[in-house]
């Protein structure tokens, strides 16, 4: 599976953005589907995970009331909307597959796409 993050961009404190990942080259609707972030010097940690037919969603706690994953098994793609952004949100963002976990581990995720930045401006 590819897959190819899109949607990135500066935004103001309060703003908000809308992610995509598209997915290619496999069954998309196999897939759980999860995003990640990266800041500067920090590791890369989980934001949220969507299960296969996009019924459940967690998400860290960080971010949980302010951002909502979606799917679209028909389009192959994977949906962040981000509200209520804050500076602390500046990070690289990435989508990840995982075949069988429903996960917040990254670990779990075979398939990764390439990042989109987000830089969230106070």
């Known amino acids: 599976v590819q897959l190819q993050a899109s949607g990135g961009g500066l935004v103001q404190a309060g703003g908000s953005l809308r992610l995509s990942c598209a997915a290619s080259?496999?069954?998309?609707?196999?897939?759980?589907m999860g995003w990640f972030r990266q800041a500067p010097g920090k590791e890369r940690e989980f934001v949220g995970s969507?299960?296969?037919?996009?019924?459940?969603?967690y998400y860290a706690d960080s971010v949980k009331g302010r951002f909502t994953m979606s799917r679209d098994n028909a389009k192959n793609t994977v949906y962040l909307q981000m509200n209520s952004l804050k500076p602390e949100d500046t990070a690289v963002y990435y989508c990840?597959?995982?075949?069988?976990?429903?996960?917040?581990?990254?670990?779990?995720?075979?398939?990764w796409g390439q990042g989109t930045l987000v830089t969230v401006s106070s």
């Open positions: 969507i299960s296969r037919g996009g019924g459940s969603t």
């Open positions: 080259g496999g069954t998309f609707g196999n897939y759980y």
């Open positions: 990840a597959a995982s075949r069988d976990y429903y996960s917040d581990s990254r670990i779990q995720y075979e398939y």
